[in-house]
Nanobody, 125 residues
Framework: QVQLVESGGGLVQAGGSLRLSCTASGRPGSSAPMAWFRQTPKKEREFVAAISWNGGSTYYADSVKGRFTISRGNAENTVYLQMNSLKPEDTAVYYC??????????????????WGQGTQVTVSS
């Protein structure tokens, strides 16, 4: 059973920074594409950022481009999301996901096979 565990969420003032971490366990073998999505009570889950299996390619939603950076850690299937210049509209539960069994678009929710439990990010104005 694959498990993803996120950490690093919290409360920060607008303009501040947070770094989210996610580690996938329970699956031996090579690295896989991973991504971050976010969701609020009023909106559907939306794509934030994704990274290829080797870190060579990254993808971002327009709303976070230039402010967020996704990267892979040294450990297999570990991913980070550095969030700078945070805005109140970034407030959401952030979810980590991993794509193991298909090669569909990294922007689509249905492309991912396992999800973390989510970590709350709150940005105060």
């Amino acid at each position: 059973q694959v498990q993803l565990v996120e950490s690093g969420g919290g409360l920060v003032q607008a303009g501040g920074s947070l770094r989210l971490s996610c580690t996938a366990s329970g699956r031996p073998g090579s690295s896989a594409p991973m991504a971050w999505f976010r969701q609020t009570p009023k909106k559907e889950r939306e794509f934030v950022a994704a990274i290829s299996w080797n870190g060579g390619s990254t993808y971002y939603a327009d709303s976070v481009k230039g402010r967020f950076t996704i990267s892979r850690g040294n450990a297999e299937n570990t991913v980070y999301l550095q969030m700078n210049s945070l805005k109140p509209e970034d407030t959401a539960v952030y979810y980590c996901a991993i794509q193991l069994y298909n090669s569909a678009s990294v922007y689509r929710i249905n492309s991912y096979d396992y999800w973390g439990q989510g970590t709350q990010v709150t940005v105060s104005s």
